[in-house]
């Protein structure tokens, strides 16, 4: 297990190295390209690896705990099990990574990239998501409670099963996403696109749904006592079982034509 601590590795070109539990905590990798190293079980705390190369790398289980990772791109690479808390990855490419159990809680992700990427059961509590791109992301059970994810792009996204109780979720692109059994409790869904996204199973209680778009949206068996859908549109939604409460905001004339499609 090699000690590269404190080193300095300014842009460093090592491809395909293997850095197999290597230490470099609180190394300045600035620069470097480590595209397809092998880095599992490495120690990065507090590392600078401000716009390194890791394309298609291996950092399965490494602790990246505090790094400034700013536009560094993880393209591909193989994020499994990493820690990831309280790093700064603002601006970063995560296209097609696999953050498969990572820890990314607290995290800086705005303005990132993170199409199809993977955060099967990852851990993003309040991390911060404003802004980025998660089209066709895997959430599927992911913890993203508290989280901010104000004006992100979740489209065709899944996030069946995933906890985003208290989530701030202003103005999100869900269009077609897959939300059955998610748990979105008291969470801040205003002015936010859900056409045609499948609600089956979640619970929506206390949510803030205004003027929110769920033209065509599946809501069968949908818990939505307590939640506020002032100003929403629920053409063509289907609301089979679903449970609205007394105070939902929606006008009598809405709510005797959501009861007819019951």
């Known amino acids: 297990e090699e000690d590269l601590s404190h080193d300095s590795l300014v842009g460093t070109e090592i491809r395909l190295a293997d850095l197999n539990k290597t230490n470099l905590t609180n190394a300045n990798l600035t620069k470097a390209t480590l595209d397809l190293a092998n ?3 490495a120690k990065l ?8 190369s890791l394309n298609a790398a291996d950092l399965s289980y490494a602790d990246l705990c505090g790094a400034d990772l700013q536009n560094v791109n993880f393209r591909g690479a193989n994020l499994t099990g990493v820690n990831l808390s309280y790093a700064n990855l603002k601006g970063a490419n995560l296209q097609d990574a696999n953050l498969t159990g990572a820890n990314l809680s607290g995290v800086n992700l705005s303005n990132t990239h993170l199409r ?3 955060f099967q059961q990852a ?6 998501l404003c802004r980025v791109d998660l089209t066709q992301a895997n959430l599927l059970g992911a913890n993203l409670r508290n989280a901010n994810l104000s004006e992100a792009n979740l489209r065709n996204a ?13 103005q999100v692109n869900f269009n077609r996403a897959v939300m059955t059994g998610a748990q979105i409790c008291h969470a801040d869904l205003t002015r936010s696109k859900l056409i045609e996204v499948d609600l089956s199973n979640a619970n929506l209680t206390y949510a803030q749904i205004r003027h929110a778009n769920l033209s065509k949206a599946k809501l069968f068996k949908t818990n939505l006592l307590g939640a ?3 100003g929403s549109n629920v053409t063509d939604a289907i609301v089979k079982g679903a449970k609205f409460g007394n105070n939902s905001g929606l006008s009598d004339d809405v709510l005797r034509y959501l009861k007819l499609r019951q």
């Open 39 to 41: 880095l599992r079980q």
């Open 45 to 52: 705390t507090h590392a600078n690896l401000i716009n390194a």
């Open 116 to 118: 199809q990427a993977n």
């Open 123 to 128: 851990n993003l509590e309040a991390a911060n």
């Open 158 to 170: 899944n996030l069946s099963e995933a906890n985003l109780n208290f989530a701030i979720l202003r």
């Open 228 to 230: 506020n859908l002032f």
